[in-house]
């Protein structure tokens, strides 16, 4: 069973926070998988404070039927981001998918911003795939490495119809998504009947002088 557990080396967290962090209870059937995503939770919290190279030690001793843990931590120093490198965007404009970022370079590595990035990316449907990576530099910062793969954003429509009012009548419709790789969306409709015509076109910039402005 789990036993105790305890901490060394915590500066930055409090044993509470930390105790919070893990997936098992004292007196709970020992199980290494639990054990495993508990330690992994551990990293997850430094890594939300941008101790990206923090290593932690368990110490196992047996206690009758229990297990007593102690964690000998070794947080070092929180990373900052140096750059961020964005690679794969043959289509879309690198500015584009810079204003989605919430990890910026000069701030200290936040895991929940870079997650957020990617999510962000992924919600302006240009991309199949964002791939995010962290490359460790000799100063203990880090650069940030987002890859993208640009998928097929055209959409094309026709149709046809008839009714006693129009007659015949024939549709077709051409949108273009992330129109020149800039974000804006471009389409156009016609419509060509018997006894009339309809021509229509809409043009979306979603940042009016480079603001979120729609």
């Known amino acids: 069973y789990f036993g105790k557990t305890s901490w060394k080396g915590n500066e930055v967290f409090t044993e509470n926070i930390l105790n919070k962090a893990l997936k098992y209870k004292e ?10 995503e508990s330690l992994y939770e551990v ?28 964690f000998d931590l070794v947080e070092g120093l929180p990373s ?21 970022m ?10 929940s911003l870079l997650i957020r990035s990617v999510r962000n990316i992924m919600q302006l449907n ?6 995010p990576d962290i490359a460790d530099l000799p100063s203990g910062d880090v650069d940030v490495l987002i890859g993208v793969e640009e998928k097929p954003t055209g959409q094309v429509s026709a149709g046809a119809g008839y009714s006693a009012e129009d007659k015949f009548v ?5 949108g273009i998504p992330n129109f020149r790789g800039m974000g804006q969306n471009l389409s156009f409709n016609v419509e060509i009947g018997s006894d009339r015509n ?6 979306t910039e979603p940042w009016l002088f480079s603001t979120p402005t729609l």
Do not use: C, W
């Open 126 to 131: 240009y991309f199949s795939n964002v791939t």
């Open 43 to 70: 990293y997850f919290l430094y890594q939300e404070k941008g101790h990206l190279h923090v290593r932690a030690v368990d110490d196992r001793k047996t206690r009758d039927t229990l297990i007593d843990i102690t």
């Open 102 to 111: 919430a990890i910026m370079p000069g701030q200290v590595f936040h895991r």
């Open 198 to 203: 309809s021509y229509s076109i809409s043009f």
């Open 170 to 174: 024939g549709t077709i419709g051409l």
């Open 80 to 100: 900052k981001v140096n750059l961020v490198k964005i690679t794969g965007n043959s289509k879309t404009k690198e500015k584009i998918i810079r204003r989605e």
């Open 27 to 36: 007196g709970q059937v020992f199980n290494q998988e639990i054990f495993e």
